[in-house]
């Protein structure tokens, strides 16, 4: 074997079979070990800062992670149909299949939001089907429950689910007392109604469906350890499909099996002996195992579909706000060492020995707060998934979730943070040793590169084109638009840092000067020195203010214009108002008898528009209001531009708003293709435009329309004009005495906006998005401008050296952190504009709008957190400079 001597050792190698490449390399490896262990020691509160910022973004990204994942294993709970081995009913989705420009056809699919009911002859194909010992026809209808006074009144009225007392067996509920119901006038309640409104076998109790309230025994108790639907009230089958009002058909069909048979054998003979649609062109289902669910809660598994894209939206955004944060404070961590890497490269360290150091550093920083990240997914994705689990839908975390979640976010910081660290060294390792001696002692450099100035002056001209474009579109396409053009302009901004930063100082150093005296000449002058620097500290403020006011600022726009809207279309003075499960039918026509008096019921459900946004397929649910057209004229006005409202009747009639009838490219008399709530399609002659489609929805429809065609056809609200005597508040009361639980107030604009102002949802979101996401920005800038500060404790010394006073130097900081808090919160306020504007003037034609008082918190939020983030380590850090002299 043939042998080498190492240079100033004398001693041996072999070169045999590993060679000298071997040991160069291994020789390269120790010298970076040994450079990054001592970097590590030296820079330990650089590192922190590092540390901090890149352990929330692991925390930040795995609880989204946690999330979303919760999200799409999330299903209804079994409880109603908990005793059947199967549920026959109509599929609730619908789908669109359309060819965008020049590719393969696609595919877009929702879910119907009012129940696809089957035809009721099925009932006795299923009972015929293989393996079946019993098939149930399950219908419901919603009831209000009033104790009779012997029974200890004054509990209220109670609502409940009306069942027919042999779909008890799917539950399954047995009988504790009294017997089943045999007359129409009979019913059995379960224990938990029996308790509510002190009911036992044989009491007297009063039960409202869709007419008067009428009288009914008791005939029996009865108790399931499941809850299905909450409250129930059984009735004889004949009775109970009299009141749902569809003889011809049934809401679902359960099916008990015989002794032995499988689920899945059970599945294929009824799906043998079923036809393939359901009603029209709607298709059947056989649910099976944890599928009953979506039999039970048909709309949950929409909502779901609703939600989803809205969280991943905001989860794309955390992702971008994370990754760029990760990549800001490592670049800034390096890139403040870069004296110190060009004189070790000057003293003979090679570019391979550099630039491994500076990864082994970064890559230990990062996986030790990736380890730290990860282990804080958990409760933080614990809470925000409790913050969106809702009662139809609970989110399930099996235990393989969190730990993958924490993975997948540990592996994806730590997988970016070794390449960022070794971009943001090129600059000096790549340096020849001469040409590195003169960069050791050079001050930093302020101007970006040129690839870097021309990919920021791109996004920026990306950025305010899509705005542009956002303001000639509508509806999803106009807030996509706007979303990338924001996400276009934060990235700019990011890279054009520098340059913005002397923008800034030529705007803000003159008032800086002149405020401060001395403090105020060495705070410009720094800042003057450092372009890069102040770039590097604004850039996540303006990240910060830029989300947030974006996030505040679209939905606080899109409130108010539909409030505005809303209160300027009531004409009602007094609204009627009655249990959740809705009014009876009688009480708009009781109301309506009322000489002078008008009034129309509110219905409200939902419609599917298929349609195409930029040559894709898209199926969108819209909230409509159904409405009695005669009464229209005194109680409602959508301010009409086009057609007559007096024309909204038949099964084939709908008025559009004037932005969706612009987008669909359709007036009056021309027609639009839905599907109502329960997947009916219909082609509608639009008979009307309207101004105020904010307030009052999409479209609106004659209210026989939609009855026919929701689970439950009860108004909401019956809107009243009267001549605003209390006479007349009194003739509404007294025609409305007969049906108990309904309630007469004043009308407010809530009564009839098409969605609520506020919903659990929009407050979730909003905590995710401005509360979480803000938090984590605002963190990211403490722990950003805590490195700047960091790395300037020798110009604080250098500053003392040469005269500068202790409260000077303070003051000096104190001002800088104003020029860096201003700045950030001007930039990020005009970064945010130009897409909500945009946004703003496609969808309600005004400007954007953000209460003074939000904004006023977030500035707030910004003032402190600059503060913590440049004044208190500035001064901690050069404490033993500025702790001598005097001011």
């Known amino acids: 074997m043939s042998t080498y001597t190492h240079a100033g050792t004398g001693k041996k190698a072999g070169v045999g079979p590993r060679g000298p490449g071997a040991d160069v390399r291994s020789g390269v490896r120790r010298a970076s070990a040994f450079l990054a262990r001592r970097s590590l020691r030296a820079h330990r509160r650089a590192w922190a800062a590092v540390f901090v910022a890149t352990a929330a973004a692991v925390t930040l990204i795995g609880s989204f992670v946690l999330v979303l994942g919760s999200l799409l294993l999330a299903a209804p709970p079994v409880e109603r149909y908990a005793g059947a081995d199967a549920v026959v009913m109509g599929d609730q989705r619908v789908v669109y299949t359309a060819k965008p420009w020049g590719s393969e056809p696609e595919t877009a699919e929702t879910y119907l939001p009012e129940r696809v009911r089957l035809d009721r002859t099925a009932v006795a194909r299923v009972a015929g089907a293989a393996g079946v010992a019993k098939a149930v026809a399950d219908d419901s209808v919603p009831v209000t429950v009033h104790s009779a006074p012997e029974a200890g009144s004054g509990r209220g009225a109670v609502g409940a689910v009306g069942r027919s007392w042999e779909s008890a067996v799917l539950t399954p509920y047995r009988l504790t007392g009294g017997h089943a119901p045999g007359a129409a006038d009979e019913v059995v309640v379960d224990d938990a109604l029996a308790a509510a409104a002190g009911l036992r076998p044989g009491s007297r109790v009063t039960v409202q469906t869709d007419g008067v309230p009428r009288p009914h025994t008791v005939s029996g108790v009865a108790a399931s350890a499941h809850r299905g639907g909450g409250p129930a009230v059984f009735f004889t089958e004949r009775r109970l499909t009299a009141l749902a009002g569809h003889p011809g058909t049934v809401d679902a069909i359960g099916v008990v099996a015989e002794r032995g048979v499988t689920a899945g054998s059970l599945r294929a003979s009824l799906e043998a002996v079923l036809p393939d649609r359901a009603r029209g062109d709607r298709a059947i289902e056989v649910l099976t195992g944890a599928e009953r669910g979506r039999a039970e809660h048909v709309d949950a598994l929409g909502a779901r579909g609703e939600l989803l894209p809205m969280l991943a939206s905001v989860a794309g955004t955390v992702l971008m706000v994370a990754l760029l944060v990760i990549a800001t404070t490592i670049s800034q961590a390096v890139h403040q060492r870069s004296g110190e890497l060009a004189l070790l490269r000057a003293v003979g360290a090679t570019p391979r020995q550099l630039r491994s150091a500076v990864g082994r550093e970064v890559s230990r920083v990062a996986g030790a707060a990736a380890v730290l990240g990860a282990i804080g997914t958990v409760p933080l994705g614990l809470y925000l998934r409790s913050l969106l689990t809702t009662d139809p839908l609970p989110l399930p975390v099996p235990v393989w979730l969190p730990l993958s979640a924490g993975v997948v976010a540990a592996a994806l910081v730590t997988l970016l943070a070794r390449p960022v660290s070794l971009l943001a060294a090129r600059s000096v390792t790549g340096l020849r040793p001469a040409a590195a001696l003169g960069a050791a002692g050079a001050p930093e450099s302020s101007e970006p590169g040129r690839v870097r100035t021309i990919t920021g002056v ?185 057609g007559d409202l007096a024309d909204l009747t038949g099964p084939d009639t709908v008025a559009v708003g004037e932005d969706r009838a612009a987008g669909l490219d359709v007036g009056t008399g021309d027609t639009v293709d839905l599907r109502l709530g329960d997947g009916a399609g219909v082609t509608l002659r639009v008979v009307a435009v309207y101004e105020r489609s904010l307030g009052l929805g999409e479209f609106m429809l004659p209210r026989e329309t939609l009855a026919a065609h929701t689970t439950a056809p009860r108004d909401q609200g019956v809107l009243v004009r009267t001549d605003g005597s209390p006479a007349s508040a009194d003739a509404v009361r007294h025609a409305l005495a007969p049906y108990t639980g309904v309630r007469v107030r004043a009308a407010t604009p809530d009564d009839v906006r098409i969605a609520p102002a506020t919903s659990d949802q929009d407050d979730a979101l909003m905590v995710i998005g401005v509360g979480v996401i803000g938090g984590f920005a605002l963190l990211a800038v403490v722990s950003t401008l805590s490195l700047i500060s960091v790395g300037r404790a020798p110009e604080f010394r250098l500053l003392r050296l040469v005269g500068a006073g202790r409260r000077q130097v303070r003051r000096m900081l104190v001002l800088e952190t104003g020029l860096v808090a201003v700045a950030g919160l001007v930039i990020g306020t005009l970064v945010a504009a130009v897409p909500l504007t945009a946004f703003a003037l496609s969808t309600t034609g005004a400007a954007p709008y953000l209460s003074p008082a939000r904004y006023g918190v977030l500035a707030l939020a910004v003032v402190v957190a600059a503060g913590l983030g440049t004044i208190r380590p500035g001064v901690s850090g050069g404490r033993r400079v500025l702790g001598g002299g005097t001011g």
């Open 458 to 642: 791109v996004l920026a001209v990306a950025g305010v084109g899509s705005a542009g474009a956002a303001t000639a579109q509508g509806g999803q396409a106009a807030a996509v638009a706007a979303s990338g053009a924001a996400t276009s302009l934060i990235i700019a901004v990011a890279l054009l840092g520098p340059r913005i930063a002397q923008v800034a100082l030529r705007v803000l150093g003159a008032p800086v000067r002149w405020v401060g005296g001395v403090s105020g000449f060495l705070a410009a002058r720094s800042a003057a020195a450092h372009h890069r620097r102040l770039g590097v500290a604004i850039t996540p403020i303006v990240l910060l203010v830029t989300f947030v006011c974006v996030q505040l600022s679209a939905g606080s726009t899109l409130e108010r214009a539909a409030d505005r809207q809303a209160a300027a279309a009531l004409r009602a003075d007094l609204v009627v108002t009655g249990p959740a499960a809705g009014l009876p039918a009688g009480a708009a026509r009781a109301v309506r008898e009322i000489p002078g008096v008008a009034a129309t019921g509110v219905l409200r459900s939902a419609v599917v528009l298929a349609h195409r946004e930029l040559g894709a397929p898209r199926l969108d649910r819209f909230p409509v209001l159904g409405v009695t057209a005669d009464q229209l004229p005194g109680t409602l006005d959508p301010r009409v531009t086009a």
